[in-house]
């Protein structure tokens, strides 16, 4: 624990004059007379004390000289400093730490003046401050206390003195998503802020905090109403809100937007357990049949509340049973598709059927008709209109086995996309989780597909060695012709 004010008070063996931390800067002004003057061991153990990651400076000067500690030479011109000073001269110290963002951790020197300092910002001003801090800290703001023991956490911000060990909770970055999709903040890019980053959790340790507790709450009520709204935007420092999408926006000042107890509980409620969308979009219609008027706006309350609560009870009811019809129509889809899917397998195989046929009837033509001796086939010239027909035969038979793949294969795009369009027509409705569990993943498809690539590759192997023989057979006929 390092308190800068009592540390410099028993240097200085004074108060001081004035004293104030920023952001990013501690000053604290002093008054003292020579005797006052710290040595140098005590000036070199004070700046010592002050955390490594900030720069500490202290300056004394009489009016007309300065000399700053720590700067070059410094203890020499301390000392012809202090030499030519009259006892009844005033001395000026001035104290000075710029601190510095280090492992999204800020120190804090005085945690009553920083409350100070936050408390009397404007709100655009704070939203330009944390926005700032989350950019340079990551999804997490850590501000070590120096001077108080004690702590106090919101989801993403902490004030403590001692290590911050944060809870498991939904990433930031979800957060913000879940908010853009449920909502339209138009200055989301410029302020992406959410009101659990100022919704303070678990007990406040220590005192110190209740202007920070009350700031934080006012946020927290005023970036609810922002997100509860269809859509909102900030523009000179009000809130412009518009809860129904066919009606006009409103504009509210900030400071009638920070105290309602309600707001901030339903959009816990929204943005818990999923289906935020949904449950946004209830909200609002609750809020534009009981808000009518502007004002009625800031007087949100449990009523208001519990009837959007019940509403959505309602919906998912109906939901609930739309779903169920709705998977079954899936189901139906996917075994028609599959079966259809299967029936490709079937026209391989009655394609082929019809070319064996062929081949059969054709062979027994040519016996019955005398138009080959089998028995002296080796040795008998064949007529070139016999080897002709054969080689038209044939070539009649690959073209055959060539369309029937082009066309199975085609027939196979068209069912794919067809089930494709399926599942892409849920989309709206149901998000990507459920569109796999109600299409069982695909596994029937992907079922159909292998009985249909395995018993295509074994017709089109029977076939090919099929075409091969007639190949031969016309080879033979046409060698003995020669």
């Not at 000026?92 to 945690?111: A, P, Q, T």
């Not at 509210?252 to 409620?269: H, M, S, T």
């Not at 369009?421 to 989309?427: E, G, S, V």
Request: charged share 25%; with cysteine.
């Amino acid at each position: 624990m390092f308190n800068i004010i009592d540390r410099a008070n028993n240097m200085l063996k004074t108060t001081p004059s004035v004293y104030r931390e920023i952001l990013y800067e501690f000053i604290a002004e002093y008054k003292i007379g020579k005797k006052d003057i710290p040595n140098i061991e005590e000036l070199l153990a004070f700046t010592g004390d002050v955390p490594e990651v900030d720069v500490a400076s202290v300056t004394l000067s009489d009016g007309t000289t300065s000399v700053p500690v720590n700067a070059a030479a410094w203890t020499e011109a301390l000392e012809g400093f202090v030499n030519n000073l009259y006892e009844s001269d005033e001395i000026s110290v001035s104290i000075r730490i710029d601190k510095r963002v280090h492992d999204g951790v800020l120190d804090v020197y005085n945690l009553s003046s920083f409350s100070g300092f936050l408390k009397g910002r404007s709100y655009t001003q704070l939203f330009d401050i944390f926005t700032q801090l989350f950019k340079s800290c990551g999804n997490r703001i850590v501000f070590h206390l120096l001077d108080t023991n004690g702590s106090l956490r919101t989801g993403n911000i902490a004030f403590s003195d001692n290590n911050v060990e944060w809870q498991v909770t939904i990433p930031r970055h979800e957060q913000l998503k879940n908010c853009e999709d449920a909502s339209v903040f138009l200055d989301r890019a410029k302020y992406p802020l959410l009101p659990q980053d100022f919704a303070v959790i678990g007990p406040i340790e220590g005192s110190g905090f209740g202007d920070i507790s009350e700031l934080f709450e006012k946020l927290r009520c005023i970036w609810s109403y922002l997100y509860l709204a269809n859509s909102a935007y900030i523009a000179n420092e009000k809130a412009i809100l518009q809860f129904d999408p066919a009606g006009v926006a409103e504009e509210y000042e900030f400071g009638d937007l920070d105290n309602n107890a309600f707001v901030p509980q339903i959009y816990d409620w929204i943005f818990k357990d999923g289906g935020c969308i949904d449950k946004a979009s209830i909200a609002r219609k609750i809020i534009n049949v009981y808000c009518r008027r502007k004002i009625a706006i800031l007087t949100i309350d449990e009523k208001i509340f519990n009837s959007i609560k019940s509403d959505y009870v309602i919906y998912q009811k109906n939901h609930a049973e739309q779903y169920i019809d709705m998977k079954n129509k899936i189901s139906e889809c996917i075994v028609d598709s599959a079966k259809q899917m299967q029936e490709l397998s079937h026209d391989v195989a009655e394609a082929f059927r019809n070319n064996f046929v062929a081949v059969i009837v054709f062979l027994m033509t040519v016996l019955l008709t005398d138009s080959i001796d089998f028995s002296q086939f080796l040795g008998k010239t064949v007529s070139s209109n016999v080897t002709a027909v054969c080689f038209i035969f044939t070539l009649c038979s690959i073209l055959y086995l060539v369309t029937t793949i082009i066309m199975g294969n085609q027939k196979w795009k068209w069912l794919e996309q067809s089930y494709e369009d399926l599942k892409a027509n849920y989309k709206r409705t149901l998000d990507d989780q459920d569109i796999e569990e109600a299409f069982s993943h695909d596994q029937l498809i992907k079922t159909a597909k292998d009985q249909f690539n395995k018993l295509r590759c074994q017709m089109i192997g029977v076939w090919v060695t099929m075409i091969v023989g007639l190949c031969v057979f016309t080879g033979i006929l046409y060698v003995n012709g020669s």
